[in-house]
């Protein structure tokens, strides 16, 4: 991801697969029955099955987008994925990357 690091240093995150102590996550989990979902959330909410559970990772790009977009530029924070490799992020720092550059033109 090209824009990786500008977008983690203008937003104040950090994207990890090393599961230490979080402030937001996203994985991948097995139901009872077989099906895999994918879970998004702050690690200081509870589960929510309607807010935070996913059936398809395409939907993680805007939630991981949001989470970043409207948190406080002050806080670093950082944010667990289970698979860095998973397209929705990509997608996610692409936006994020656009929206860096547009706020940097209203500044000026």
Do not use: C
């Not at 599961?19 to 979902?37: H, K, L």
């Amino acid at each position: 991801m090209k824009n990786l690091t500008a977008v983690q240093t203008y937003f104040n995150f950090k994207l990890t697969d090393d599961y230490r102590n979080p402030d937001f996550v996203i994985y991948s989990q097995t139901t009872a029955d077989g099906y895999d979902v994918f879970i998004a959330k702050r690690t200081d909410e509870a589960l929510i099955i309607e807010e935070h559970v996913f059936y398809y990772d395409s939907d993680l790009e805007e939630v991981l987008f949001t989470f970043i977009y409207e948190k406080d530029v002050d806080e670093m924070v950082e944010i667990y994925v289970d698979d860095l490799e998973s397209s929705f992020i990509e997608y996610a720092i692409d936006e994020l990357h656009d929206e860096m550059y547009k706020d940097q033109d209203e500044e000026e």
